[in-house]
């Protein structure tokens, strides 16, 4: 496909774009240099979309459980698919970003994209028009900001951030593309949906409620433990909330205090991570983020964290 931003500088570990050029990239990507990410041993590289064309696929996929919602990930291309001259390059074998999904909601009003990953093709652009194209796109956070402004061009349609981190933008938005959230709102023209901002990771990180279901992101992230529901021993958690998942940096007790305050007025018995194998389900999912917040921080020795005062009423 053609790409406007085609030949700027993406992140090969994050997936962010930049405004420069991939023949002249900056010295560093900020968003890895911050405590939150990180630059792999392997050091810094970059890449474009124009070149990802060559190395990269993103495989759409549908809910087992809800025919409306489906999932967007980038892998790599198989060497046998690769041009010659390709095929024995190890860089050419890696997945594009931090692994994360891109999630299509189909609503009665129309079709939500909750966050991107950083990879855009003409198969993917077929997947999500004839489900009915985009009304809007909505981003927990910068890690998945990546080439937001290629998505918005390509669907027509607005693309939501919270101001709150807007500090973290690398690129310019020629078309007006971008619309700034400040608090919890329903989006214009999906009433049905609201973006929740609950900070925490990113002072903006935000969440999504639809229907029954809550899209977490990294706001609250699904453990290994949540898929076993029973037996469960005491101070098990399904959820855990950090400043920094691959640095294993944990969130302050008002910080997650905060994040209880903005999702507790909602209802919710499923909640959808940022990658896959992380969707949990289960009868009301409040209690089970509460428990996880007070076992996380009782744990870490906070003895006198607000959070346990509070209760699912």
């Given at each position: 496909?053609?790409?406007?931003?085609?030949?700027?500088?993406?992140?090969?570990?994050?997936?962010?774009?930049?405004?420069?050029?991939?023949?002249?990239?900056?010295?560093?990507?900020?968003?890895?240099?911050?405590?939150?990410?990180?630059?792999p041993?392997?050091?810094q590289?970059?890449?474009?979309?124009n070149?990802?064309?060559?190395?990269?696929?993103?495989?759409?996929?549908t809910?087992?459980?809800?025919?409306?919602?489906?999932?967007?990930?980038?892998?790599?291309?198989?060497?046998a698919?690769?041009?010659?001259?390709?095929?024995?390059?190890?860089?050419?074998?890696?997945?594009?970003?931090?692994?994360?999904?891109?999630?299509l909601?189909?609503?009665?009003?129309?079709?939500?994209?909750?966050?991107?990953?950083?990879?855009?093709?003409?198969?993917?652009?077929?997947?999500?028009?004839?489900?009915?194209?985009?009304?809007a796109?909505?981003?927990?956070?910068p890690?998945?900001?990546?080439?937001?402004?290629?998505?918005?061009?390509?669907?027509?349609?607005?693309?939501?951030?919270?101001?709150?981190?807007?500090?973290?933008?690398?690129?310019?938005?020629?078309?007006?593309?971008?619309?700034?959230?400040?608090?919890?709102?329903?989006?214009?023209?999906?009433?049905?949906?609201?973006?929740?901002?609950?900070?925490?990771?990113?002072?903006?990180s935000?969440?999504?409620?639809?229907?029954?279901?809550?899209?977490?992101?990294?706001?609250?992230?699904?453990?290994?433990?949540?898929?076993?529901?029973?037996?469960?021993?005491?101070n098990t958690?399904?959820?855990?909330?950090?400043?920094?998942?691959?640095n294993?940096?944990?969130?302050?007790?008002?910080?997650?205090?905060?994040?209880?305050?903005?999702?507790?007025?909602f209802?919710?018995t499923?909640?959808?991570?940022?990658?896959?194998?992380?969707?949990?389900?289960?009868?009301?999912?409040?209690?089970?983020?509460l428990?996880s917040?007070?076992i996380?921080?009782?744990?870490a020795?906070?003895?006198?964290?607000?959070?346990?005062?509070?209760?699912?009423?």
């Amino acid at each position: 496909m053609k790409y406007e931003s085609g030949d700027q500088a993406i992140c090969f570990t994050c997936g962010t774009q930049y405004d420069a050029p991939l023949s002249s990239p900056p010295s560093s990507c900020r968003i890895c240099d911050d405590p939150r990410q990180y630059v792999p041993p392997t050091g810094q590289t970059w890449t474009s979309l124009n070149e990802c064309a060559q190395t990269q696929h993103n495989e759409c996929t549908t809910d087992a459980h809800d025919p409306r919602i489906h999932y967007i990930s980038t892998l790599p291309k198989v060497a046998a698919e690769l041009p010659p001259g390709l095929a024995d390059t190890t860089t050419t074998r890696k997945q594009l970003g931090i692994g994360q999904r891109s999630i299509l909601i189909q609503t009665a009003a129309g079709n939500v994209l909750w966050d991107l990953v950083a990879f855009l093709d003409d198969a993917t652009v077929e997947f999500v028009r004839e489900r009915g194209g985009v009304k809007a796109i909505v981003i927990s956070h910068p890690h998945f900001w990546t080439t937001h402004l290629e998505w918005a061009r390509v669907f027509g349609c607005p693309v939501y951030l919270c101001s709150l981190d807007s500090q973290w933008l690398n690129t310019t938005d020629t078309h007006s593309a971008r619309h700034f959230l400040t608090t919890t709102t329903p989006i214009p023209r999906l009433p049905s949906v609201t973006v929740i901002v609950a900070g925490g990771h990113f002072d903006g990180s935000m969440v999504l409620h639809w229907e029954n279901k809550l899209f977490i992101a990294d706001t609250i992230m699904s453990v290994p433990s949540a898929h076993t529901r029973t037996p469960r021993l005491p101070n098990t958690t399904s959820y855990a909330f950090m400043y920094a998942y691959p640095n294993m940096i944990p969130l302050p007790p008002h910080k997650i205090h905060g994040i209880w305050t903005a999702i507790a007025p909602f209802g919710f018995t499923r909640t959808y991570g940022g990658f896959a194998g992380q969707n949990i389900v289960e009868t009301d999912l409040r209690p089970e983020i509460l428990s996880s917040m007070k076992i996380f921080l009782r744990t870490a020795g906070h003895e006198k964290a607000a959070v346990y005062d509070e209760f699912v009423s």
